[in-house]
């Protein structure tokens, strides 16, 4: 399917994910105020590195096989049963490590020794995230783009119901049980969805582990764990950061602008996943490469610096319309934040190929280098410039990250070119 027609369909559920997440953010801002937001940004974080080592750490692996052996469907099936059988021992592992350290990690993240009962629930639910994960990445790489937003879809409606209802009635407890059982209560819906394809059927994902497929995937673990860890870490950290200096509402504010960032680059960056990096994976020849490099720069570029403009011009009005008064102070943080996010965008379109071509070594070093990078230059100029230095770094560290993908990238492409001409 082509890059137009993708993103014209994800352009669907992301406008309904998009009316979600606004009326979301609006709820917390309300229901949680400034200093429950930072505590959930914190929250979301540690599911995100748990849902990961759960298995999700593979699921880029799956996409990238499937959509690499589509031409071979007794593979794909190798790789699907050891991607879940990987997963599921993976979950229950990570959830009883869990629910040792429940209490202490409630304390530290959450600033609250009451709410050590959430991570039991996220305990329960990790292995149904990790199978909606790898259900998600199997329809990707089959490119199967209207399964993938129907579910996409039926993701967003479900997590607008229960963070609504949840905030509403149970405030900041409510607002992180939702964020910990939406994910899972969104399989049932796409397992109903996967079920219909006829190239599906509950063989296809049980079965032993095949140990090609293992080694496989291994590499797309390695690159999962250390994604899951250090950049969701590196948030944490600095929002630990700006709370101990400013204040935790000041955290509340930078979430709140990451918020934003999240919300308009939506179609970005689903975009980038459902469409390019099955692309990428499929391609064998470097101008085939650099030719699909040029047409994502020239769709997405101007989408993000257009959205961004617009975003700056009306940051008073989003303030007001998506938070509260007392997200006010965030004001400051646009000018930079956005600035980052169009230099983010760019570093990405290269940083994908990383992960369609299996660059595991490059990732690896990159993703926590600059992910420490980002912490240094937080602490640095947080402590130089207040809230505003925490977008300063976010812009600086993307910078560099993208004049290093540049190389990579050039590198990578001399490599395909001399293994053609052998």
Known sequence: MSLVKTSLLNGIAVAIKLASALVLNKVLAIYVGPAGYAIIGQFQNVVAILVSLAGGLVAAGVTKSTAQHFDDEAK??????????????????????????????????LHRSD????????????????????????????KEVG???????????????????????????????????????????????????????????????????????????????????????????????IASRLGLPAAGFWQASWKISEIYLMLVTTTLGIYYLPRVAEIRTAPELKAEIIKVYRFV???????????????????????????QPMRELFAWQLTGDVIKIGSWVLAYIMIGRAMVRV???????????????????VDLFGLRGVAMSYALNYSLYWIVMAYFVKFEMKKMENYSTL
């Open 301 to 327: 570029m101007p989408i993000v610096v257009v959205g961004a403009l617009s975003i700056y011009l009306l940051r008073d009005f989003i303030i007001q319309i998506l938070f509260t008064q007392d997200f």
């Open 76 to 109: 794909q099936y190798q790789v699907w049963q050891t991607a879940i059988r990987f997963s599921l021992a993976a979950s229950l592992l990570a959830g009883v490590a869990l629910l040792l350290v429940g209490e202490p990690l409630s304390e530290w993240l």
């Open 363 to 381: 990732f690896v070093i990159t993703e926590i280098l600059f992910s420490l990078s980002f912490f240094l230059f937080s602490w640095w100029l």
């Open 147 to 241: 399964v993938y937003i129907a579910a996409n879809i039926s993701g967003s409606i479900v997590s607008l119901l229960l963070i609504g209802l949840l905030a509403y009635y149970f405030g900041l407890f409510g607002a992180l049980l939702a964020f910990t059982i939406s994910p899972a209560v969104v399989l049932l819906s796409t397992a109903a969805l996967v079920a219909r394809r006829y190239w599906f059927n509950l063989h296809s994902l049980w079965g032993k582990m095949d140990a090609s497929s293992m080694r496989e995937l291994s590499g797309f673990a390695i690159m999962g764990i250390t994604s899951a860890l250090a950049v969701p870490v590196s948030y944490m950290l600095i929002r630990d950061h």
């Open 115 to 142: 709410m050590s009962n959430i991570f039991i629930w996220l305990a329960l639910a990790l292995p149904a995230m990790a199978a909606n994960n790898l259900l998600l990445a199997i329809v990707n790489g089959k």
